[in-house]
Each structure stands twice: as C-alpha cells, then as structure tokens.
C-alpha cells in the first residue's frame, strides 16, 4: 500500500479516465486497459481528489454527512487514498 | 453543447439543446462539434493506426476495414457510455430511455472498393445512430445522407471536423448512406447506436477488451 497522509492532496494522471455511469463511478487506466469500479463513499473522495480537496479536507466533509466514527472514517480514507495511488489511478501532489 | 473529456463529460457554450432538436427534427441528423476532446482524439488516432485492421464486408449493404474488440474500442465505448451524453441525446431526438451505445471503428480508403449503401439500422433496439470522426486529415466525399425511403435527402453532412460527431435518427422508412470516400485520405471513425437494450455498467463486466480488477 502506498504511503499517503491525510495532508496529502491527490492528482488524477493524463492515463486515467472516469465516468459516472448512473451513480457508479468507474474508472479506467488506459495504459493496463484495467477499470475499477468505485462504491458511494468512495465516489465521494473521488470527486474531492477533482476538485483538488485534501484528504483531510474530504475527511471533515464526510463525517459531516455519514454517521461514522472519525478513526473508522480516518481509516478508510488513507486505506481508499493508498489503492487508488497503488493501482496508478492517482498520485501525491505534494 | 457538450463534449467528452478524460476528466467526465462538460458543458460548453454553443447550440441550446432546443435549437439542436428542432434542427434534428427537421434533418434527422445533425453534426456535434468537437464532441470528443482533442487530446484523446490524437490519443486515440495513434492506437487505431497501431492496430491491425480486417477487412469486413456487410452483404450488399457495405464494405470498410474494421478494428477489432481492443483496448482502443473498449476506452471508446466507456467514453460515449455516459450518462450525461445520454441525457443530452435524448434531449436532442427525443428518443428516450437511452443506457447504451455500441458501435465499431471502421475505416474507408479510397479506391479500395469499400462502400456504403442505402439502408436503415432498425433492429436490436436501436433508436439514435452516432458517428464520431476519427480520421488523421481531412477527406474528401465521405458524405452522410438521410431520406425517407427513396425520396429526397432530407439532411447530407459531410463530418471532417476531428472529434465531430454526426447524429442521425433510426427509424422504420429512414434510410442513410455514406458517399464513397475519394482523394489522397481515409475516412476513419467510431460509428454505432444508442438504444435501451441493455445497461451498459451490466455490458462492461463482459467487455474482453477492457479487464476489471476489483472495486477500490
């Protein structure tokens, strides 16, 4: 798993392609031809790491609208963020 | 209008939508400009002419080179496989529900023998064709026409623009066809139909040119 810090801001690379297809996010490395398919929570860090959120940032949003326990949320977030950069979907900008 | 990006479909000025569906209610076919952004048109470009082609003849109806199922196509079909295309479409044919698009990369080189000829598309569901432009230069004939079955076209669009994409409507007494393409170049392009047939989330899952590796 890659290392990724909740101070971490995540980028998209030009190889990666994603869609919303009817609530689903599906994203796409062009260069593997392999796709990820990303449920509702993560959908909703996907878009922050669009809009050029921290993932702290996406962590105070969230637990403002999921009923979670923040070391769960914290968790899950670094856990989601850390694929994402080990599949090639996203990298670290710092 | 709209166009296709890496980063999800976005909103551009141009046309209202009900300035497109009155132009496609009275032509039954309409050129969107620039649909497909210019970086993956180019991107694109380079891995159809890294890819074989085979030629494919369609009984008496056409003639052309053909790409067959790979990466290139699968990244094509989840690009046009977009809700918000298809919301767009719908607003523009007024033919709704649309959930999938499926459609081939074909390319005709002149004095090849390769043709197309009047015909509709009325089966399997089909209700919105699409043909987005694929080709490095411009070509020369190559012109889509539409009329209703041997009468006078009532639209003839020639789509040279890279990333432009013509939109016809399918229909039982429709019928189109594409002028033989002449010149020094190619006309290449991702060609196919919207239509309610089936999900396209359910259709990716059994897409062989694209692999799923887990959900993140």
Known sequence: ?94 | MIQLTARGVIERAGDDLATLAREFASRRCLVLPALLEPSLVARIQQEIDRSPLYERRHGAIAAELCMPENTCLGLLHFLVNDSALFRTIEDITGRRPLTRFHGRVYRRIPGRDHFDSWHNDVREGRAVGLSLNLSTAPYEGGVFEIRREGGAALGAIANVGPGDALLFDIEEGLEHRVSPVVGAHAKTAFAGWFSATRDYLAVLRHDPSLRQEGAV
Request: proline fraction near 1%; charge should be negative.
């Open chain 1, 1 to 94: 798993m890659a290392d990724v810090k909740m101070t971490d801001r995540l980028t998209v690379p030009d190889e990666v392609v994603y869609r919303d297809l009817g609530g689903d996010t599906v994203i796409l490395q062009l260069e593997t031809g392999i796709y990820f398919s990303v449920d509702e929570v993560g959908t909703e860090i996907w878009k922050d790491v669009q809009a050029g959120a921290t993932l702290q940032t996406s962590f105070d949003r969230l637990l403002a609208v999921y009923s979670v326990e923040a070391d769960v949320l914290r968790a899950d977030i670094i856990k989601f963020a850390g694929q994402l950069v080990a599949k090639g979907l996203a990298v670290v900008a710092r």
